[in-house]
């Protein structure tokens, strides 16, 4: 069964940085395209940012720029560089694994506010 466990999230200042990591386990992590997704009060879960197995990537028109997603097979880790953080990035981040079925992680929180 795959297991994702997010880490790397807290409160930070408009314009700082934050890196969340998820560490995968269960399965063979490199067939598996990974995603970061997020939800804030109240708003529906949306797709931040997704690296496919052959490492493709692609990201929300909102944090083009500004976010990186990348993964390390040999460690079965996906992470997620968010750099300029604005208060509307506040929100609880999730990591995803697809391949067949859909797994999520507990989520994290980001906070971003001064």
């Known amino acids: 069964q795959v297991q994702l466990v997010e880490s790397g999230g807290g409160l930070v200042q408009p314009g700082g940085s934050l890196r969340l990591s998820c560490a995968f386990s269960g399965s063979s992590f490199s067939i598996y395209d990974m995603g970061w997704y997020r939800q804030a009060p109240g708003k529906q879960r949306e797709l931040v940012a997704r690296?496919?197995?052959?490492?493709?990537?692609n990201y929300a028109d909102s944090v083009k720029g500004r976010f990186t997603i990348s993964r390390d097979n040999g460690k079965n880790a996906l992470y997620l560089q968010m750099n300029s953080l604005k208060p509307e990035d506040t929100a609880v981040y999730y990591c995803n694994a697809l391949w067949g079925n859909n797994y999520w992680g507990q989520g994290t929180q980001v906070t971003v506010s001064s």
């Open positions: 690296i496919r197995s052959s490492g493709i990537t």
